[in-house]
């Protein structure tokens, strides 16, 4: 049976090649689970959380590793596709709370996700973990939204274990969140792709996002901004796009449907973790500006920078 099994997924995976390579957001062949690590992650206060994996079905081999980080206010499970689509291409997906997630303060999401980092990595060396020999913590990298997205963007230039990052519609406070947010920017030591949103009403792009990747230093960084994106869209809810004016650009469009900025979105993310995780060549373009150079002709994208 367990035989059977390994074929037909092979065979899968050699079917979904092509549409893969075109199309990095489709879904991949893998079968997917998901374990509880039973150990606590302390936050700032010392409240506890605990960590899960979604991981896909397959003792034999060593994963890749990605951390969620959710957004302020969020909760991983409102992100669900985006976690189950990473882990069908092969990735393992830690996810956890935060446990005071209306908390504003930028260093105490730091805090939390540091925490969870130790107990993933801890569970990973420990006999007695349902992951244990499954992680390949040496391809260790963040994915994170929003007040996650800038927590990703810290640990990336302070966490020698991160070894790459995404960040979505990245941004925190004002103040000195914001200050933390782009000094840690500027310190950046691993890979990164920053996606902005045009018509993100609560981190402005251009104040946010945009901001971060120009200070960061000019090695293997990408910045897309999707073209009538909105803040939210990364998340699971929501069908339909609205009539939005954006001062900036003095453009009153009709924001993209969620489901439209999902699927760009993760063409780039999922080809950035392909390459940088999963140590697949670029040949279509997704992490080098060759598609984002044409996206942005085509007014897919709104402004993107490669260096």
């Not at 993209?256 to 993760?266: G, H």
Request: hydrophobic fraction near 45%; charge should be positive; glycine fraction near 8%.
């Amino acid at each position: 049976m367990r035989k059977q099994f390994a074929w037909a997924a092979l065979i899968s995976v050699f079917l979904l090649a092509p549409a893969l390579a075109q199309d990095p957001s489709v879904r991949g062949a893998e079968q997917t689970m998901r374990v509880t690590l039973g150990r606590d992650v302390p936050d700032a206060y010392g409240n506890k959380s605990t960590v899960d994996v979604v991981l896909p079905i397959n003792p034999s081999r060593r994963y890749p590793t990605i951390l969620f980080l959710h957004g302020w206010f969020t909760v991983p499970s409102w992100y669900q596709s985006l976690i189950d689509n990473l882990a069908s291409r092969g990735y393992a997906v830690a996810i956890f709370n935060q446990v005071n997630r209306l908390d504003v303060r930028l260093d105490r999401w730091v805090i939390g996700a540091t925490n969870a980092v130790d107990a993933v990595f801890a569970a990973a060396n420990d006999p007695t973990s349902p992951v244990y020999g499954q992680l390949d913590l040496t391809r260790f990298g963040l994915v994170g939204h929003s007040y996650g997205g800038a927590t990703s963007i810290v640990l990336g230039a302070t966490d020698p274990r991160v070894k790459t990052v995404v960040a979505l519609a990245p941004g925190a406070n004002e103040g000195a969140n914001r200050q933390l947010f782009l000094r840690h920017a500027a310190q950046q030591r691993v890979p990164i792709l920053v996606i902005g949103c045009e018509f993100d009403p609560i981190v402005p792009a251009r104040r946010f996002a945009w901001p971060a990747f120009q200070a960061m230093p000019a090695a293997n960084r990408l910045y897309v901004e999707i073209a009538r994106a909105e803040h939210n869209n990364f998340m699971d809810f929501g069908r339909y796009g609205f009539w939005v004016f954006h001062p900036l650009t003095r453009r009153f469009a009709f924001t993209l449907r969620p489901r439209e900025q999902k699927r760009i979105s993760r063409n780039y993310t999922n080809a950035w973790v392909d390459h940088y995780l999963g140590g697949k060549p670029d040949t279509s373009g997704w992490i080098d500006g060759r598609k984002a150079r044409e996206g942005q002709r085509r007014d897919v994208l709104s402004l993107f920078d490669h260096r």
